[in-house]
């Protein structure tokens, strides 16, 4: 089975969500996600700054609850290679789902959040090493909307487009001073004021 790319699969298995809702599995998954070829547990071992044994349990851990599998061998075959089992997933959100449902969910994006929170951290940090263009652009921002669900929901759709081209793994020759860059869409309801 090869990875597959375009629709978003839906993570809604609370097993699943508690599997996720670890800091170094998350970005195992992000990793894999984003490698053509795959991966092994030294190379992810780099990736989230563990021992390739500790890397291999949250492997083990990620391909239990079917989010990696095993990808084409390299080499003579003796060392395991992973890959994710889909490009882009999606966790939760059905209003409805069971209370257990709920806890996981909240969990997973709890430290899905922490996450992209040390994303934006890591950058704070090292800021001075940015000086130009790259110090020029990022950015951090947010803005209240005044919008309906439906109009949300085509918002992102257009986001969606306009990013699509620029994907690091749909970009085929990105020019050479081209980065990875984080870029984080946060969209949620706020609570109504009391007048």
């Known amino acids: 089975m090869g990875v597959t790319s375009g629709e978003r ?11 996720l809702a670890h800091p170094a599995r998350l970005e195992l998954l992000e990793y894999l996600s984003q490698s053509v070829e795959g991966a ?3 190379q992810c071992a780099g990736v989230v700054d ?7 349990y949250h492997l083990r851990a990620l391909a239990k609850v079917g989010l990696i599998q095993d990808a084409p061998g390299r080499g003579d075959g003796r060392e395991r290679v992973w890959q994710a089992s889909h490009r882009h997933y999606s966790v939760g959100g059905d209003p409805d789902a069971d209370p257990e449902e ?5 969990v997973l994006a709890e430290v899905y959040l ?6 934006v951290r890591r950058f704070l940090h090292r800021r001075e ?5 790259w110090f020029e652009v990022s950015t951090i921002t947010d803005q209240t909307l005044a919008i309906t669900a439906e109009e949300l929901k085509e918002l992102l759709a257009q986001v969606d487009r306009v990013v699509q081209p620029f994907l690091r793994l749909s970009r085929e020759r990105p020019p050479g001073d081209a980065r990875d860059v984080s870029f984080q869409i946060r969209a949620v309801p706020l609570a109504p004021r009391e007048m």
């Open 9 to 19: 699969v839906k993570i809604n298995d609370p097993a699943t969500m508690r599997a």
């Open 40 to 42: 092994t547990a030294t």
């Open 50 to 56: 563990l021992s390739p044994s500790a890397t291999s």
């Open 102 to 106: 709920q806890a996981a969910e909240t």
């Open 114 to 119: 922490a996450r992209q929170n040390e994303k």
């Open 129 to 133: 090493e940015e000086r130009g263009p």
